[in-house]
């Protein structure tokens, strides 16, 4: 059942996904790090490639799901990164963290101020059952990763003959 509409489940995720955190950003004034808002691209380039193979029929739904396997990779290189960021494994991008560095001089320390994130990469500000929005993120990419995987070898992969 799955294959005959993976199509539509792909654009379904990505418009659950962006609208889980709109309405967390919104309506729960939970404010994203710059690593939230990189994770987020994803979704909206799936959203748009769905509308735009949903309006224009007559393109090979192949380059969708090819697409899918670049963007979940893409996806999961931030979401994977900003799940190191959160268990202090990794580093993250300039103005992501917020330490400060140390300094005598008042002028490069409020320059410092100025320029850091607002939101603290490394903090977990939402959770569910001890994972944090970014691993379900990450989770919810490899998932679909996986089973276009699956989906682009069973219907566009190499056919083999049957041997008598």
């Not at 909206?44 to 029929?57: D, K, M, N, Q, V």
């Not at 140390?102 to 320059?111: F, G, Y």
């Not at 903090?123 to 929005?133: C, D």
């Amino acid at each position: 059942m799955i294959k005959k509409y993976w199509f539509y489940v792909v654009g379904l995720l990505s418009i659950i996904a962006i609208g889980t955190a709109l309405i967390a950003e919104y309506f729960f004034n939970l404010e994203p790090c710059k690593m939230c808002l990189k994770q987020r691209e994803p979704y909206y380039i799936l959203i748009g490639a769905f509308i735009f193979f949903s309006l224009f029929r007559w393109q090979k739904k192949i380059w969708f799901f090819l697409g899918v396997q670049l963007i979940s990779v893409y996806g999961l290189f931030y979401g994977l990164w900003h799940v190191g960021i959160e268990n202090k494994i990794l580093q993250g991008p300039s103005g992501c963290t917020g330490g400060l560095d140390v300094t005598d001089n008042a002028s490069s320390l409020k320059e410092q101020i100025l320029s850091k994130a607002i939101i603290n990469c490394e903090e977990v500000i939402w959770s569910i059952f001890g994972l944090s929005a970014a691993t379900i993120n990450s989770l919810l990419l490899f998932l679909i990763f996986f089973i276009n995987a699956i989906y682009l070898s069973n219907n566009y992969g190499a056919k083999k003959e049957k041997i008598n």
